[in-house]
């Protein structure tokens, strides 16, 4: 068992090391020259790819920054063999960064070389026995394609038409992928005749992860078309995808709508992808509807201005009303990330006849993610129908929230509340807001007047320390006579968090002798809890308060008859060095 141990700690220094030795080729290749690293280094390298896929994926990587250090451009082809070999292997990792590395240094060969050399190295990969040369080739017809002759480029058009239907599914994917890029560096009547032609092909695979490749595709080719030809070529392979039996396909179709509704343009839009949308947002799968649901806002915007409005009210709106109520938290939190925002598109009226009732249900929602998305946006709804309007439809709910019965839900709208004070604005919140967050100071619940504690440290580093003393200091101070000792408690909680953002003057002037007249409380809870806000607070006062009035107290409790007093008395006088 040793001898297997001591074997295996020993490879994994070895692979380290050959790790290292990769990753410094550059510095080996500038000791040997440009001469002997064409001659020698290069040839090793390409006849020892045979290593653990961290050392190929490092040395695919350094490859591809290697044109001055085989003596430029003029002798870039030098690197392909060792890259070719790479680009075969099994790991797609390495074969990516293989085929990443011979693009970089496609672009640095000369047309001529770029023929002689690099063509048929993509000819090789694209008729190799494996499948793993014929994926990588997939990623390379596209650079090379501009710079070479028609006669090459004919003989290139049909190896990428031969992977678009190999037999394996793997080929078929890595083509698929890379459809839409190779269209783009075709000429116009090539697309036509022969792109068109594989992209119907592929969205009709059997196999949906290459289907759903091909969506990703239609974006580039529906870009490069002309208008009056998007009807006949395009849209009956979108219409298909659009209803795939695949819920991958049209999850793919969801994710992408929006930027396949601005390459077809807004005739098709309102006649094809509206009636589409609307089929996505009641998908049977509860992911195809939480993508479209994600795009509703961005969607609406890209309508057609002269009839944005009648198509949302009577196509869209309905269907936001269901997905409102939907069984899915993730369709519902998508829909409330993005459903403020037709707020903006709809105007004041129609927000506040329709819309409104919908942000109040997703404001009670039992999930805290669509809770929270809701009070993230609200800004989105002020800026339409105004803050008076906002506080008679949306802050009552949020009050009731903020007053429920459950202390999970309090919690949950405590840990909105500096987002929300934020877009509400210091005035509004004084007036609406302020005496709720005083409320739940002296919450029957500890983690309650906990959290309400930090939302008051968050306020005051938002609205700034002089509204903290006008506002916030004089009610957390008047809680230090309460009858409750949890009360009195909450106020040095309180202290502890606010003494930093308030800074030195109000923390010494007003706090301070709050905190040292506490230190004559008589529950002992209330005592070594001032002792421990006494180290808090102890960094933002000055030397001479310090002395003067924190260290005779921290003395006195020191000899506390209770012995937790005189723990946490004797550490903050350790702590603050008044000893």
């Known amino acids: 068992m040793l001898f297997k141990k001591c074997c295996f700690n020993v490879g ?35 006849d020892t790819i045979y290593d653990e896929d961290e050392v190929l994926l490092a040395l695919a990587e350094q490859l591809g920054n290697f044109t001055m250090l085989v003596g430029g451009p003029e002798y870039v082809h030098c690197l392909l063999p060792p890259l070719e070999s790479l680009a075969t292997v099994e790991e797609t990792v390495v074969r990516d960064k293989a085929v990443e590395s011979l693009r970089k240094i496609s672009q640095e060969h000369s047309p001529v070389d770029l023929e002689v050399h690099f063509e048929p190295l993509v000819k090789r990969l694209a008729s190799g026995d494996w499948f793993t040369s014929r994926t990588s080739a997939c990623g390379l017809f596209s ?12 003989e290139i058009r049909q190896h990428f038409r031969t992977l678009c239907s190999d037999d394996t599914p793997m080929v078929r994917r890595a083509a698929a992928s890379k459809l839409g890029e190779f269209a783009k560096v075709l000429e116009l009547d090539y697309v036509k005749s022969d792109i068109i032609s594989l992209f119907t092909a592929l969205a009709s695979d059997e196999q949906d992860s290459v289907r759903l490749l091909a969506v990703e595709a239609c ?32 999850y793919m179709v969801a994710d992408k709508f929006s930027e396949l509704q601005k390459a077809v343009g807004p005739e098709i839009t309102k006649n094809d992808l509206v009636p589409a949308f609307q089929n996505l947002l009641k998908d049977c799968e509860a992911e195809v509807r939480a993508a479209a649901a994600n795009k509703v806002k961005e969607f609406c915007e890209n309508l057609p201005e002269d009839n944005r409005e009648q198509i949302i009210m009577t196509h869209i709106l309905p269907c936001v009303k269901e997905l409102v109520s939907d069984t899915n938290q993730h369709v519902k939190s998508a829909l ?56 008679q439809s949306l802050l009552p709910a949020i009050v009731e929230l903020a007053e429920d019965a459950k202390w999970r839900v309090r919690l949950a709208i405590i840990e909105y509340m500096p987002l929300l004070a934020g877009q509400l604005g210091v005035e509004f919140f004084d007036e609406k807001l302020n005496t709720l967050c005083m409320a739940w100071l002296i ?35 008047g809680m230090a006579n309460d009858p409750n000792y949890l009360h009195r408690m909450t106020t040095l909680f309180c202290i502890n968090a606010l003494s930093e953002a308030c800074g030195q003057d109000i923390t010494t002037k007003q706090m301070l002798p709050v905190v040292l007249k506490m230190s004559n409380d008589q529950v002992a809870n209330v005592r070594f809890n001032v002792a421990k806000s006494l180290q808090k607070i102890g960094p933002v006062l000055d030397s001479n308060a310090l002395q003067t009035e924190v260290k005779p107290v921290l003395e006195k409790l020191a000899t506390d008859t209770d012995m937790d007093v005189k723990y946490f008395a004797q550490e903050a006088i350790s702590v603050l060095a008044l000893a």
């Not at 650079?143 to 004919?154: D, H």
């Open 12 to 46: 994994l220094f070895c692979l380290q090391l050959r790790l290292n030795s990769i990753k410094k080729l550059s510095t080996i290749a500038l000791a040997l020259g440009v001469e002997r690293t064409r001659t020698e280094l290069l040839p090793f390298l390409t």
């Open 443 to 477: 919450d029957h619940v500890y983690a309650i007047r906990e959290a309400a504690t930090c939302n008051l440290m968050k306020l005051v580093e938002k609205f700034g320390a002089e509204w903290a003393q006008n506002t916030i200091v004089p009610k957390v101070l």
């Open 219 to 250: 974006v580039s080719i529906a870009t490069l078309l002309p208008q009056e030809d998007l009807e006949t070529l395009v849209m009956p392979t979108l219409r298909q995808a659009a209803e795939d039996k695949s819920w991958r396909v049209r």
């Open 336 to 391: 409330a990330s993005v459903i403020m925002g037709l707020s903006t598109i709809l105007g004041k009226d129609n927000t506040i006849e329709h819309l409104l009732p919908l942000f109040l249900a997703q404001l009670k929602d039992e999930c805290p993610e669509v809770r929270l998305n809701i009070i993230s946006n609200l800004d989105c709804v002020n800026e339409v129908i105004g803050i008076r309007q906002l506080s």
């Open 143 to 154: 650079v090379c394609y501009p710079r070479v002759s028609s006669t090459v480029k004919a």
